[in-house]
């Protein structure tokens, strides 16, 4: 696998991206300006309204700096992680000093909390300090180190400080000495899959070989005969942590069955994409096309079976799981923003190894549409949840739709969601370019200005464009040395009539795995390339019971969606006429400028309906209306009302 | 109230029905040759692959008789009450000296169980005889006696025995004694409904006035502020039963405000609507025209927005609840069946006090598909859950739609709804007739031969029909007297083109109520009805969102549905020409003879759709096709498969 075909693409360091797109920077923006500062008062338990994180006051006990009790979830420390790790891709573009002050006071109160030995985990040491790793099914200690190593490796590449690294590599030096397949070693692996993408990770600044066998260990040990799980809480030290984990199937964490005998995507979703992300990189690493094989049939039956059309996954409210091919339903569905964001990594790496676009087809759908449905635009609200349908009336407690929020929350109890997305936003550049010695692949459309090394060149690219409201870009390339550059320009699946001008001649490209190829010395040159994608009406395979009949709008990679603000109350009772071509429309006021569609259709009119009549053998009247869409990543940013993404479609004879 | 005009109806005594019906008897058959004979075999735990009911093994636990632990759960006392009720109303048809035997074995030993002071509960006897009446939010004792109360009066109404009768007399003054306004007397009631309607049963057949005094006192506690159960658990001795009652909101049992002040049908539906019955009863009891008031409400709530067209209830399958106006999800409601019997009964209690026949149009829908689609055809399998669309492969376990199983299922932990059916099935005559003083209501159109008092006038009637597979009955009316009597014809809410002849004379009928109105002094006559129930189209509201753009198809008083068998699969793709009349075929062989209804539409086909693909910009094709219906109360007695009652419609232009 390692041929030079297959030598793995590189993003470019996050330190020589900078981005300045009018789409993203909406959000990006608000990263620095208003989730990191935000979610440090979240950590500090100062927010009015929003549910305590305890996280920082966890730290603080565990140290010494003060006393009290553990608060928050079992997985609480992972807050504070994921905010250390948005913080270090925020440092990347702007060396922010008082931001890496605070940043350098967490990692100092970290390192404090660490115990001797190396480990670090809060609700371990402050209040089950007997019970380590007595309970890997659901104690999320190997989670939690994961994302604290993920932090680590992010902040040392960010700053180049070493203080949270090493604290880091101690714990990660006391995991690979606890676990692995040698005697007296424990045989486990754990409950929720992160700390093997980590370990790989810290493998990638250390070359340090444990990490990546100690990842694989996990992996390959997973699923064996008998379940670890199952037999783990039939130990005395056994302390059940979550009610609904009495009666627990491995299904649920991907154990049941040994991971390469795995080609269907089970359980909770969030899990698996973590797992499926660390088994591309082992695959890579180890030279081991059956696993990569394995990943490939995981992926496929994600994007062609078991994939809402905004990029989500996990049909299921109970247990946040995938259910069943072709089962998606709409409006009782999860679809965890962090779940999306797991799909995003897990194609981004299979993209890295296999040079296909197709990964980044769907990468771009999820980080357009799901992870950006789970942020407000102000920065300050979210969705864990991102149903593709909602009828706020009936999104009740105590009901098979209390997962389901019709608006977006300020904080949540287990806030895996929030600092997920905002990590994923600071490292919006990761997925822009991939690179090896002498190629540039150009996956996303987003305006930057980059500079970086490519072998013994230096090159300086500049990407303008008015994505995803038009469809043009220009990219200014610039090299220092005239050897051969290798540009792989995506040619996204909904672009049509694809055309590139260099220095104004129109150039026909190769076409290579859904890349345009061009070979060139760039010295100094623009390439124009322009690709019309239309709003248009997308079908699902009619084997998905929930959208047949029905049509979804979609403009590029956004998916769209009706909101009752806009088309009045009852959206099920519309029906769009796809015969009549949508109408696209850019309204300069609405979310910063966005392009709105208008279609033609039909309402089931409730007017002539006796109110006092459930069911009646006189048809309701249809009436003729105006739709109008927007895209679904901005819904319920005006008003609470319902929303709806697949419509019911005028089907005539 | 009380006056003439308001004189409530009454039933006719079972032991004077006999009920020879073609499509009923393949039914009411089965309770006494094999429901009853199977769950005598399941009360001694005697069937194997079905779970263990623990339910006589407990009495004779209690009774002394043998030792060891309490088996099942809480309320599993009912079991046996249930198929004691059963049995009573089975022996008013035909006195079966050995099943009698068995009853009364049964019945001494739950004498034998018996407390001193008149207490029964095995559970509380047994495994925690200090706990009694300290968790009345679970421990269920109170709708334990209540089920026990319903089968001695049963009992005692049927075979004129009353030592089952004394002993639930003992009880039932313990309650009375227990539970009161006055000081000294707990102020609770129960967490789940039903003694309320037991004790005024109990009154009916002893005429000691407590008895409807203490349902009336647990009706007007309930509600009050502090609310009783949340009291209750934060005292010393509540011991929680259920986890997911960790969580308790009141409104799960209607305790969240007075009962008076619940115009809305709320919380788990089979609680609702048993203490619905209880407040129909008590406002006729009381003459309280106010809390009819409420009944009315309640009703109107429920049969205007928040039923299925089956007749079923309870939107939610989390805590099987009510959810909210016009929710009615198809396929992943409870609707279970023991509600729908809850809702007979009390639609039986307010035909009984207004003489409206639009409370047995309902009562009808419930019988005739809910009642029944819970019962296999062999009389051995049931369905808890009663959706209204079905697609096996997603009813995964722990999933959103875990409580909904594609098939019968043999026998439940939680059995409410076997017993329950077979006991509304033995005592389906207390529908046919309702009479007063004077006059005779026809209510459902069961071939039967009754005779019976009506004051001093001995009336002897026949009614012949092969309804539901045709719409003409012939009733025979034979009085010894020539005093007058009113027959009260319900023209129920599908009938069209309703005519009457009398002795082959047509004759113009005054209507009241939906009641064709018929006064005459019938010696001897016989007055042929007919009227037509083409199969039909039938409509939502436009506000149920799950239906909209959607037809049922109804004949008379069955809801009809597709099943894959007939159809194929993937009935979600199905849409049916409501511009074409459906049209009815007799097929004689299958299940025993039945009208099924065949209409014309088109099916979405995956035939062209690239497989690999799960959305596309290409619309998949529309093929011609016959569809097949049957009614819904015999889905899943061929063989398992995908099961529809609402089909897309094919809008037109």
Chains 1, 2 share one sequence.
Request: charged residues 25%; hydrophobic residues 35%; contains cysteine.
């Amino acid at each position: 696998m390692k041929t030079a075909r297959y030598e793995k693409l590189e993003s470019v360091p996050l330190q020589n991206i900078n981005i300045n797109d009018t789409f993203w920077n909406s959000y990006t923006r608000l990263v620095k300006e208003v989730i990191i500062p935000y979610q440090w008062q979240i950590l500090n338990d100062n927010v009015e309204g929003a549910a305590p994180s305890h996280c920082l006051n966890n730290f603080r006990i565990a140290a010494g700096e003060k006393t009290g009790e553990f608060g928050g979830a079992v997985f609480q420390d992972t807050d504070v992680a994921k905010w250390l790790e948005a913080v270090a891709y925020a440092l990347c573009e702007d060396r922010d000093e008082s931001l890496e002050a605070l940043a350098d006071y967490v990692i100092d109160l970290i390192a404090k909390a660490q115990c001797e030995d190396g480990y670090i985990n809060t609700y371990f040491t402050i209040k089950e300090p007997g019970l380590r790793w007595t309970n890997l099914t659901e104690g999320h200690e190997l989670y939690t180190a994961g994302h604290l190593l993920e932090a680590a490796v992010a902040y040392y590449n960010a700053t180049g400080k070493r203080k949270f690294l090493d604290s880091m590599i101690r714990f990660a030096d006391l995991i690979c000495d606890t676990f692995g397949k040698e005697q007296g070693k424990k045989h486990g692996y754990p409950g929720h899959q992160e700390i093997e993408l980590a370990l790989v990770k810290l493998y990638e600044v250390t070359k340090e070989r444990k990490y990546i066998d100690t990842a694989k260990y996990f992996l390959d040990e997973r699923g064996n005969m008998p379940n670890y799980f199952l037999e783990e809480r039939k130990t005395k030290q056994y302390k059940l942590i979550f009610q609904e984990f009495s009666k627990y199937e491995p299904i649920y964490s991907q154990s049941h069955i040994p991971i390469r005998q795995q080609l269907t995507a089970e359980g909770h979703a969030v899990r698996a994409t973590y797992m499926y992300c660390a088994m591309a990189d082992i695959a890579y690493e180890y030279e081991d096309l059956e696993l990569l094989k394995v990943c490939e049939s995981l992926w496929n039956n994600i994007v062609d079976k078991r994939m809402y059309i905004t990029g989500s996954i996990g049909s299921s409210g109970y247990l946040e799981r995938f259910t069943t091919d072709y089962d998606l339903p709409n409006d009782s569905n999860y679809s965890e923003t962090c779940a999306s964001i797991g799909l995003a990594l897990f194609g981004l790496r299979m993209a890295k190894i296999t040079r296909q676009s197709k990964y980044i087809d769907i990468v771009e759908r999820a980080l357009y549409n799901t992870l950006l449905s789970g942020i407000g635009l102000n920065g300050k609200e979210f969705f864990y949840v991102n149903p593709l349908e909602v009828w706020p009336d009936s999104c009740l407690p105590d009901t098979s739709k209390a997962h389901v929020k019709p608006v977006r929350q300020k904080w949540f109890g287990v806030a895996c969601c929030p600092p997920n997305i905002a990590r994923t936003l600071a490292s919006l550049g990761q997925y822009i370019y991939l690179v090896d010695k002498e190629t540039i692949y150009v996956n996303l459309f987003i305006s930057n200005n980059t500079t970086f090394k490519l072998e013994d060149k230096s090159v300086k690219l500049s990407l303008k464009t008015n994505f995803p409201n038009n469809n043009n870009f220009k990219l200014n390339i610039n090299s220092n040395k005239d050897n051969k550059i290798t540009l792989a320009l995506r040619i996204p699946d909904y672009a049509e009539n694809y055309k590139i001008l260099i220095n104004g001649e129109p150039f026909a490209a190769g076409i290579e795995k859904g890349y345009a190829m061009i070979d060139g010395s760039f010295i100094d040159d623009t390439l124009e390339v322009s690709f019309e994608a239309p709003a248009k009406f997308i079908y699902a395979n009619p084997k998905v019971r929930a959208d047949a009949g029905k049509a979804a709008i979609m403009k590029g990679p956004l998916v769209y969606c009706l909101e009752e603000v806009d088309n009045g109350e009852n959206l099920s009772g519309i029906l769009v006429d796809t015969s009549i071509k949508p109408k696209e429309h850019f309204e300069e006021e609405l979310f910063g400028g966005v392009t709105t569609v208008i279609a033609k259709g039909k309402r089931i009119s409730g007017k002539n309906w006796d109110t006092h009549r459930l069911y009646c053998e006189h048809k309701p009247k249809l009436e003729e209306i105006t739709i109008k869409a927007i895209p679904y990543c901005y819904w319920c940013n005006r008003k609470q009302g319902e929303m709806l993404v697949w419509i019911k479609e005028l089907l005539k004879d």
